[in-house]
């Protein structure tokens, strides 16, 4: 219905700046909120940053003025520039795509998850 496939992560050092993407595709009749979540060792899963349609951005504390979330509409992909990035920023990064989905008869909503992306910082 939907496939996220992420991409961009990696071993990246300390204070470098990788950018993830991530594409939708499949039968999509639109998408509202796309956003990037992180899942560290021994640590629950944790929003890093939103993005609605119409651009207003959401970002946890932790990576405010370092990570940069934006998307294309109109290939609906989310991107997410990550800067000054720490140690403590290693986990795997996932997609997250709140949309909708046209099963041919109806539409139904559906929240959708890439397969996850590791990015290891080193110090």
């Known amino acids: 219905q939907v496939q996220l496939v992420e991409s961009g992560g990696g071993l990246v050092q300390a204070g470098g700046s990788p950018r993830l993407s991530c594409a939708a595709s499949?039968?999509?009749?639109?998408?509202?909120?796309m956003g990037w979540y992180r899942q560290a060792p021994g640590k629950q899963r944790e929003l890093v940053a939103s993005?609605?349609?119409?651009?207003?951005?959401n970002y946890a504390d932790s990576v405010k003025g370092r990570f940069t979330i934006s998307r294309d509409n109109a290939k609906n992909t989310v991107y997410l520039q990550m800067n000054s990035l720490k140690p403590e920023d290693t986990a795997v990064y996932y997609c997250?795509?709140?949309?909708?989905?046209?099963?041919?008869?109806?539409?139904?909503?559906?929240?959708?998850w890439g397969q996850g992306t590791l990015v290891t910082v080193s110090s």
């Open positions: 997250n795509a709140d949309s909708i989905v046209d099963l041919g008869y109806r539409h139904k909503p559906l929240d959708a």
């Open positions: 993005i609605t349609s119409g651009g207003s951005a």
């Open positions: 499949g039968s999509i009749v639109s998408i509202n909120t």
